[in-house]
């Protein structure tokens, strides 16, 4: 079942794993995005971030297929930065809204506390949340009442949000490096079930950010997100990746039924 989000179009719960944001990046981040949206263009939408779309290609060109990228040496020194970039936030928060390959959209707040803590906290008018507390992930629709668990591995979000990332080795293979004017986008699979998915990171270069990610799954459904007002290492709430409310407004759901 849909869930209606924040800007009013239904979004399925895959949808609500993963956004992406029209406003407030930079011109060469923008510039960089475009060819990546070109197939699920919107009305409205050519200011958005685009360094996301050749990936849904990529895919369909070598799906169940792993091919490590070829890297440069100048690759794998920026790679090198990159994956230090990475390690060094141990919490953030941020903005994000979502655009589902369908056009759904959504907006409202992003968390992450290492290892493998993540929410997306959805604006109303919409009452979903999307939260892991580092094992599994669940979406949680108080309105609709839907409520549905994966295991977080079970998912491309997991790389981003494991103890340490590794862009080279152990579980993650990269299979794409593209180096554009002023941003990178790297794109990754899990080696071990490379059927899942992949997840393609866009960073701008000078200062070195994390701009957004795209996410194509298993059944080939791409969601995009980019974000905003991005702040590292920030306190960390334990509660709000507690899964404990959720369970047992779920328990209690099932007795009134």
């Not at 290892?115 to 309105?143: C, E, K, N, T």
């Not at 866009?202 to 991005?230: K, Y």
Request: glycine share 8%.
């Amino acid at each position: 079942m849909g869930t209606r989000c924040a800007a009013g179009r239904g979004l399925e719960p895959h949808d609500c794993l993963f956004p992406a944001y029209a406003r407030g990046l930079s011109q060469a981040i923008r510039v960089c995005l475009v060819g990546i949206l070109r197939r699920t263009v919107l009305a409205g939408l050519a200011a958005l971030p685009a360094t996301l779309a050749a990936t849904v290609d990529a895919v369909a060109q070598s799906r169940g297929q792993l091919q490590p990228a070829r890297l440069s040496d100048a690759d794998r020194a920026d790679l090198g930065r990159i994956e230090t970039y990475l390690n060094s936030i141990r919490s953030a928060e941020a903005r994000f809204l979502q655009i589902a390959q369908g056009g759904g959209t959504a907006a409202g707040r992003f968390s992450l506390a290492r290892p493998g803590r993540l929410r997306f906290q959805y604006d109303p008018p919409a009452q979903v949340v999307m939260v892991s507390d580092g094992s599994q992930l669940l979406y949680h629709d108080a309105a609709t009442r839907e409520q549905t668990v994966v295991f977080l591995s079970q998912t491309p979000l997991g790389a981003l949000a494991a103890d340490r990332v590794r862009l080279e080795g152990g579980d993650l293979v990269l299979t794409k490096f593209e180096r554009f004017a002023a941003a990178f986008a790297l794109t990754l699979r899990q080696r071990s079930d490379p059927a899942q998915g992949e997840i393609t990171l866009v960073f701008s270069d000078r200062p070195l950010l994390l701009q957004g990610w795209t996410v194509i799954d298993a059944q080939q459904s791409a969601t995009r997100i980019a974000l905003t007002e991005l702040r590292a290492n920030t306190p960390v709430d334990a509660n709000a990746y507690d899964l404990g409310p959720f369970v047992l407004e779920r328990m209690r759901d099932q007795r009134r039924d």
